[in-house]
């Protein structure tokens, strides 16, 4: 397993960019090989991470342990839950978002979608074909779940980033025990309150949907 740059979330401005499965080589990247020789193993990988992710808060000046954007993006959900169902359009585009990348940026493809192995992969040749033209790193996540571990530094960090919403049907709408919304809804809901939080903050952040995914050109 190969990660470049220290996984750290943002606050103040600040951050350090994880990019696992990325070329290390480059100005402003580092490249680190963790070897595991043995599952028991797995738990000291744990906390040296940990530790690392508190030193580097010190050395940066910020608090690695609270996640004041991951909130503010979560209270953005609520109110598009309160307000009703979310109606996801499309705004930009791929070429849009590459025009405006600048030396030191990274690209950040944030995919609402069922992550099957034949999508990921689309999203991955996006971002190497991004990587190819602007020269930015690339890194790729699925929503929700990339909301609590790089949502703080997309919202807190440096203004360096690159954002890329993919959207797509999410399926049959699961009902949540106890709610008034079921999990189609919720994801919805979610990718509209990021996206709100990011233009909030003034990040270059486009929406497209999956299928209309075009080539870079």
């Known amino acids: 397993v190969q990660t470049c740059a220290l ?7 600040k951050g350090l960019i994880p990019a696992p499965g990325v070329s290390g080589a480059g100005a402003d990247r580092q490249l680190h090989t963790v070897d595991i020789a043995d599952p028991y193993d797995l738990g000291q990988e744990f906390f040296k991470w940990e530790f690392a992710t508190a030193v580097a808060g010190a050395l940066l000046g910020i608090n690695p342990f609270d996640q004041p954007d991951v909130q503010a993006a979560k ?76 949502g703080q530094l997309h919202k807190g960090g440096p203004n360096s980033g690159l954002f890329i919403q993919v959207i797509d049907e999410v399926g049959e709408e699961l009902p949540i ?41």
């Open 177 to 217: 025990p106890g709610m008034p919304f079921g999990f189609g809804r919720l994801i919805r809901a979610q990718a509209a309150g990021d996206f709100a939080s990011l233009k909030e903050r003034g990040r270059r952040v486009v929406r497209v949907r999956l299928r209309d995914l075009e080539e870079v050109s």
């Open 75 to 150: 209270d953005r959900t609520n109110e598009v839950l309160k307000a009703g169902d979310a109606a996801l359009e499309s705004e930009g585009s791929l070429a849009e978002i590459a025009e405006q990348a600048t030396s030191g940026d990274y690209i950040a493809i944030q995919g609402f979608i069922d992550p099957t192995p034949a999508a990921t992969e689309r999203l991955w040749a996006v971002a190497r074909e991004l990587e190819a033209r602007t020269g930015c790193v690339p890194t790729v996540g699925i929503g929700p779940r990339y909301l609590h571990s790089t």
């Open 7 to 13: 996984p750290i979330s943002g606050k103040h401005g």
